[in-house]
């Protein structure tokens, strides 16, 4: 990540809070390296997250609250961290195929 990148504080933080279980290319993060433990987080390369969902899970510890802990960074950095998993999460993801307007519906 470039020095003049914004986000570099946010990749910082998540470098060191978030590291432990998520991926993210850009934070420099390779997540749990038993990949067969619970505590495995969601790979962000290939999950794309919004401003709004990332915020969500930082402050709510994750959607199920399961694992994840709650507030894991707080205020101004969670917005860092939240506005950096939205603008770099899922460079990885695969396309989700999706129906084209054009031409009939196929089936079987």
Known sequence: MPANDPNLTGAGLFAT???????????????????????????????????GDALFAIQNGGFSGAIMPQNIVVGDEAKQVARLVAQYAGQEANATPRPTSSGPASGP
């Not at 809070?17 to 790979?43: F, Y």
Request: some cysteine; proline content about 6%; aromatic content about 2%.
């Open 17 to 51: 809070h978030c590291s432990g279980c998520h991926t993210l290319k850009p934070a420099g993060t390779q997540g749990t390296g038993n990949r067969g433990l619970r505590t495995q987080g969601p790979n962000l390369d290939q999950r794309t997250e919004t401003y």
